[in-house]
């Protein structure tokens, strides 16, 4: 089958192809899930080492075995049912999508691939300065719930909605210039201007992981919120969980590098955490500097 594919040219035991993301092509699913299955037919016969395939889907919805009617699109919009573990989400532009397909050695299970394709997420993240981890019987990569707090400026301090600060007279005084005004915030009555509150976050996902095995080599793999917004994931109950929110590497940073970078920044941290010659216990280690 013809792939619409740049191989990484750097010698490796793990090849990385990139589908489409340096053209800025999305990937129709039921293609790559063609693809990905002739792929795993080679590693899995010895004919090829193994390989992640990292691509930019066409919006769809895939549902894993687990799924329940309940959890499928509220609105009725068609869904793809495969083979993987777990249960409902979505693909589509915004988001990188990584397919790793390799021979899992002997004694190795499958608990031990979903760490480490965490910890190669969880890495790179911790490059762009955000913290992501892990949440004990979900699998993924989670952001912590973040409480309310309440800000406790004064009232000159507040700027209005036009940018402009509140004087302690309750009058408007012109800022020296726009630079540096900060966030805007609608007019502060003075009795609230010690109680008003940012709001608070719950725990949220930003890297949704499902696989299965077979021949013991893997497919599937992990889904990167890296620009997409969350409307496609509010028509459904993603991955099952309804306590908790989805987020981006946009909605926390408030911007997001484009997708092929995010690509570059995560290829060296699969190689060093797909690596099964390397313990588990030290590719969860922080990778050397």
């Known amino acids: 089958m013809p792939a619409p594919s740049d191989l990484d040219p750097a010698p490796s035991s793990l090849d990385i192809e990139w589908l489409g993301l340096r053209e800025g092509r999305r990937i129709d699913y039921q293609w790559a899930w063609d693809y990905q299955r002739s792929v795993h037919a080679r590693v899995a016969s010895g004919e090829l080492p193994g390989r992640v395939l990292l691509l930019e889907h066409q919006p769809v919805y895939t549902a894993g075995r687990q ?3 309940e959890e499928r699109p509220f609105d009725g919009t068609p869904v793809i049912d495969v083979d993987r573990g777990g249960k409902i989400t979505w693909h589509g532009p915004g988001q990188l999508v990584g397919y790793p397909i390799i ?3 002997g004694r190795i299970g499958v608990v031990d691939h979903v760490r480490r394709m965490e910890q190669a997420v969880i890495d790179m993240l911790a490059e762009l300065g955000i913290a992501g981890r892990r949440v004990e019987g979900r699998t993924g990569v989670w952001l912590p719930a973040v409480g309310a707090a309440p800000l406790t400026a004064s009232g000159p301090d507040i700027p209005d909605a036009a940018g402009r600060e509140h004087s302690s007279a ?3 005084e012109e800022p020296e210039t726009s630079e540096g005004a900060g966030r805007a915030y609608d007019s502060v009555p003075l009795s ?3 109680v008003v509150a940012t709001p608070g976050r719950p725990e949220r996902k930003i890297c ?11 497919l599937h793999g992990f889904a990167v919120n890296v620009s997409n917004g969350n409307a496609a994931f509010e028509n459904i109950i993603p991955c099952g969980i309804s306590d908790a929110g989805v987020t981006s590497i ?6 997001a590098p484009p997708l092929a970078e995010v690509a ?6 699969l190689r060093r955490c797909c690596d ?11 990778p050397a500097s």
Not at 208 to 218: M, Y
Not at 264 to 269: A, D, F, N, T
């Open 192 to 194: 609230l201007r010690n």
């Open 67 to 69: 799924t329940l009617a």
């Open 170 to 172: 309750g009058q408007h």
């Open 276 to 286: 099964y010659a390397t313990p588990l216990a030290d590719v969860l280690s922080p």
């Open 264 to 269: 570059r920044l995560l290829e060296p941290h």
């Open 208 to 218: 949704a992981i499902g696989i299965r095995v077979a021949r013991r080599t893997t």
């Open 250 to 255: 946009a909605a926390e940073l408030g911007d």
């Open 103 to 105: 021979t899992l050695p």
